[in-house]
């Protein structure tokens, strides 16, 4: 079936420094979304994009979609505690259904 | 207040029986999603509905039922032919069908099956 590649799949940062993720797919997307979950938590959705290109910004958390619309990153300026959690991104390849990465898990060190 | 409620939060069940999740949203979508989640394997589509009266197997159907006779609710039933039931069960909902509405979720259902 079709799958969204979502890496890395853990990543520990010292807070204040900077943290991405990447979601890769060989089959075009018809938009992704950004999900967070909180530990212990269910995900909340962020953020979506569905333009080739496009870049889109939220506070420290900037989203951006590939020209190709095979890719997808989520950016997080200087870390804060606050952003610990799982994020996951969620791809659509034309059907009714999302597809949803395997998730970065981020933690901080204070 | 509107929003999805699970109930219950932790369930345990012994092998071999069947167990009924709940899912409840009065946020007047037409479409709910029950997704699984095991460490590691970010969520899996189980059955969604776009529709009373109508839904659809997703990507791991086999061992679960569901039905949806109400906008409102979605229950999910894990049955005695689901190998490995022991995982966290996330009910969601959107506006509609389309991949372009966003997801809501519920707080979850954490099943163990001993």
């Known amino acids: 079936g079709q799958q969204v590649m979502q890496i890395p799949q853990y990543q520990h940062v010292q807070e204040g420094e900077d943290f991405t993720t990447y979601c890769n797919s060989s089959?075009?997307?018809?938009?992704i979304q950004w999900y967070k979950q909180r530990p212990g938590g269910h995900p909340v959705f962020l953020i979506q994009?569905?333009?080739?290109?496009e870049v889109k910004k939220q506070k420290r958390l900037t989203f951006q979609f590939g020209e190709a619309k095979k890719n997808s990153s989520l950016h997080i300026t200087a870390t804060q505690t606050t952003d610990v959690g799982t994020y996951f991104c969620a791809a659509s390849f034309g059907n009714e259904k999302l597809t949803f990465g395997t998730g970065t898990r981020l933690t901080i060190i204070p | 207040d509107g929003g999805i409620t699970q109930s219950p939060k932790y369930l345990f069940r012994k092998e071999g029986q069947n167990v009924t999740l709940s899912c409840e949203q009065n946020?007047?979508?037409?479409?709910m999603y029950w997704y699984r989640q095991d460490p590691g394997q970010g969520l899996r589509l189980i059955y969604y509905?776009?529709?009373?009266?109508?839904?659809q197997k997703g990507d791991i159907a086999e061992g679960y039922s569901v039905s949806r006779e109400k906008k409102e609710s979605f229950p999910l039933t894990v049955t005695s032919a689901q190998k490995n039931p022991t995982a966290f069960y996330l009910c969601?909902?959107?506006?509609?069908?389309?991949?372009?509405?966003?997801?809501?979720f519920g707080p979850g259902t954490r099943l163990t099956v001993l």
């Open positions: 969601a909902s959107s506006v509609g069908g389309s991949s372009y509405n966003e997801h809501f």
């Open positions: 089959t075009t997307l018809s938009n």
């Open positions: 994009l569905v333009k080739s290109g």
């Open positions: 946020l007047n979508h037409d479409a």
């Open positions: 509905s776009q529709i009373v009266n109508d839904f």
